[in-house]
């Protein structure tokens, strides 16, 4: 008898293909005041959480001081699911990258007050830090909760869950890690389904959306959405 032969394992993309177009990024940078509150939260707590940009892969034990395992997540924002979550799992290293300066000013805050010693900051755009910082096969989870949903179609361009960002994704998790999706716009919510599914080295743990992990809270801005009856899809994949 035949046995299947195993799946392929996920090929690295070329680093020098662009996740991107030339000039297309998944963020504008955005206006918008820096309370007196982050930028204190910048000089008393940026020396230990926020970890400069660089080319070369970071050995992130050392970083954090410990071995444990590491989630990455994309564009947190003003930070406010990141500390929950590191707060409910002490025992995971996560590593936020974002490019708003409020925001970063604003989780500095959070993880500063709260003692937060398993979070570090990378003020950067994400797909480099993934490309530059993060070793292959070296992340235990990725989190993308509620990427700017770029509603108009000459903006579609710009939407981070696309083949090339998906297969680098897919080539930093270690097999059996996670990428954990958040959307509430439907249709940004399809193209994902049907992005990750089509990822090789990904597999669904669902069968089409999932039901929303319980270390996810549920954020402010979600709720009012849920109270104007707006749905929400989660969708959660590993890597074989
Ligand atoms: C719609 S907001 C969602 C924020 C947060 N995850 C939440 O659920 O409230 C998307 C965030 O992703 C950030 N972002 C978009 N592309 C990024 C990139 N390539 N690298 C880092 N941050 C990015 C934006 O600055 C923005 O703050």
């Not at 230990?48 to 997540?73: C, H, K, T």
């Not at 399809?190 to 990750?196: R, Y």
């Not at 809270?217 to 969708?235: I, Q, S």
């Amino acid at each position: 008898m035949n046995t299947p032969s195993p799946p392929p394992p996920p090929q690295a993309p070329d680093e020098a293909a662009p996740v991107f177009r030339r000039g297309v990024r998944s963020y504008v940078k955005r206006g918008g005041r820096t309370t007196e509150g982050q930028a204190r939260a910048f000089e008393t707590w940026a020396p230990r959480f926020l970890v400069p940009f660089q080319i070369d892969p970071l050995d992130w034990s050392r970083v954090f001081g410990r071995d444990a395992p590491i989630v990455l997540e994309i564009g947190f924002g003003m930070g406010e699911a990141t500390a929950q979550i590191a707060q409910t799992l002490p025992d995971r290293n996560f590593i936020g990258c974002e490019v708003h300066e409020p925001g970063v000013g604003a989780l500095l805050k959070r993880i500063g007050e709260q003692g937060l010693d398993n979070v570090r900051i990378v003020q950067h755009d994400a797909v480099q830090v993934l490309q530059h910082m993060i070793a292959p096969a070296s992340l235990d989870g990725v989190h993308v909760f509620f990427p700017d949903p770029w509603h108009k179609k000459r903006h579609h361009k710009r939407r981070l869950i696309q083949p090339p960002l998906v297969a680098l994704l897919a080539s930093r998790l270690k097999p059996g890690g996670y990428v954990h999706c958040a959307t509430d716009w439907q249709p940004y919510a399809e193209q994902m389904l049907e992005v990750l599914m089509a990822e090789p080295a990904l597999r669904n743990t669902a069968v089409g959306y999932a039901p929303r992990p319980s270390y996810r809270p549920v954020t402010k801005f979600e709720n009012r959405g849920l109270r104007l009856g707006h749905g929400v899809w989660d969708l959660v994949f590993t890597r074989l």
